[in-house]
């Protein structure tokens, strides 16, 4: 009898204790984690550098407020604007909270209040976060939403065109959106958002909560494209499993958020700079980072060649180590099957599958994931026909 809200539908897994790609139930069976808790554990369950900096920090100070100065909040916004095309960073303590506190900013440095977001996009559960999530299933029941959000097709950049104008904002966008299906954006049209978003002092959100910290072989994923973002948000690996979000903006909108424009009681918290200090020490290396993109390179063309023809199977795409398949069918069955035979995998929307390993992940743990998966979905293209 659970006194739990009803809001997530759980599988029959009950977890006793972790460890780097492993998770553990209360039967003492184990798991190979290829979901890393919806893209969070980037390092894998209580990575030692991580768990050793958390001790530490334990035993120094746990929270102070933000009417001080903590050292370790510089350490982690040097690191993220060092490799990023930020300058400042705002801490706060989830995904749906940096998006949150991105919109709040892109209004105030404007003075206009329009925001346009994509079809399918997801961008958080809180009001504004919510409103710019283009997914009518989100808002259902919730309404009346924030006015000045408006939505347009993902790689359509004439529906962007004809979307902007004196009265826009900001463009907010996922590179890859996560949720809605594993949707990869295609460069030119990246590049065109960013032009248009330019010529019209437009500014540029990008959504990295899930592409961001590695997960695609770079810093962030839209260094893919070349672009130069005004805003970024970051948070699910950002803390390897310890809450922790993060807006990163450029120098000129530095002053839009003075003393008591915006703020967050637990946004920088030690703990969670810890952690994220342990983290970006680990991947915002040039040669980390590479090992996930060649990792990804083999992962994506080891399961098109294993299961890109089987019937059930319409296309497997993704970048570095954000892999979707999607299938002709829900897939939640055979998200199951996978949990049945040992791995733990994610869906993305009704019909993909969603690979977000650990970015520690070993060429046997692909391998190992490879086999499981061609298994379970090739009986699932028997069944089918
Ligand atoms: C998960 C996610 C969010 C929301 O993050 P929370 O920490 O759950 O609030 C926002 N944007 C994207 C792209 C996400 O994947």
Request: glycine share 10%; hydrophobic share 40%; charged share 20%.
């Amino acid at each position: 009898m659970t006194t739990l809200f009803p809001t997530y539908k759980r599988f029959d897994l009950s977890v006793k204790r972790t460890s780097g790609m492993t998770v553990e139930d209360t039967n003492g069976k184990t798991y190979i984690d290829f979901g890393a808790g919806i893209g969070v554990c980037g390092l894998g369950h209580r990575h030692p550098d991580v768990q050793e900096a958390l001790e530490n920090q334990l035993n120094q100070y746990w929270h102070v407020s933000n009417l001080y100065h903590n050292p370790i909040q510089e350490s982690v916004a040097n690191k993220l604007t060092r490799h990023s095309s930020g300058d400042q960073v705002f801490f706060c303590n989830s995904g749906t909270e940096a998006n949150e506190s991105a919109i709040k900013l892109a209004r105030k440095a404007t003075g206009n209040h329009k925001i346009i977001s994509f079809e399918k996009s997801f961008h958080g559960r809180t009001y504004g976060a919510m409103a710019a999530t283009g997914q009518e299933k989100i808002h259902t029941g919730f309404g009346p939403m924030p006015e000045g959000f408006h939505y347009v097709p993902f790689n359509d950049i004439d529906a962007v065109k004809e979307a902007v104008d004196h009265e826009t904002a900001a463009v907010m966008m996922e590179v890859i959106q996560g949720e809605g299906g594993l949707n990869v954006a295609d460069g030119e049209f990246v590049k065109e958002v960013e032009r248009i978003c330019r010529e019209h002092n437009v500014l540029l959100i990008i959504d990295e909560v899930q592409t961001g910290i590695g997960r695609t072989g770079k810093a962030f994923a839209h260094q893919h494209y070349g672009i130069s973002p005004d805003i970024i948000t970051s948070a699910k690996a950002l803390g390897n499993g310890i809450p922790v979000g993060a807006m990163i903006a450029g120098q000129s909108l530095k002053n839009v958020f003075g003393p008591g424009s915006h703020a967050a009681t637990f946004g920088g918290n030690p703990l969670a700079m810890a952690a994220a200090n342990a983290v970006l020490n680990h991947v915002f290396q040039d040669e980390f980072l590479q090992t996930v993109a060649e990792k990804g390179t083999y992962f994506l063309n080891q399961l098109a060649e294993s299961i890109g023809k089987l019937p059930v199977v319409s296309s497997v795409r993704g970048k570095g180590l954000m892999i979707g398949i999607e299938c002709h069918q829900d897939v939640s069955g055979m998200v199951g099957s996978l949990m049945e035979e040992g791995l733990l995998v994610l869906s993305a929307g009704p019909n993909v599958i969603r690979l977000l390993p650990p970015l520690i992940v070993s060429y046997k743990e692909i391998d190992t994931a490879v086999h499981m998966i061609e298994q379970v979905l090739s009986s699932e293209a028997v069944n089918q026909s």
